[in-house]
């Protein structure tokens, strides 16, 4: 499994949609809350080129966006296979 890593923040139907959107999937993932943890903005800021919303979700260290990025990705049927899966074992 590749590793995932959330950006959230406490109150964001975004972030839950996303994390119910990978829970679907039968992926886990690190989640960092800046609000418990704000420390951390400044480098989602860097690492996800300058946004600022939440989620920022990233696989193996590569930025994919948020969840309306992943919902696309996974409509045109490229989520999976970024997320290290195949149709068999679901």
Known sequence: MPDV???TKTICPYC???K???QSKGVSWK????????EHIP???K???????VPQIFVDGVGLGGYDEIAALDRQGKL???LGL????R
Request: charged share 30%; proline share 3%.
């Open 5 to 7: 890593l959330m950006y």
């Open 16 to 18: 839950d949609r996303a």
């Open 20 to 22: 119910g959107l990978l």
């Open 31 to 38: 989640e960092i809350n800046l609000e418990h943890e704000p």
């Open 43 to 45: 480098v989602m800021i």
């Open 47 to 53: 690492r996800s080129e300058g946004r600022r919303t």
């Open 80 to 82: 999976d296979a970024i």
């Open 86 to 89: 195949n149709h068999q074992e």
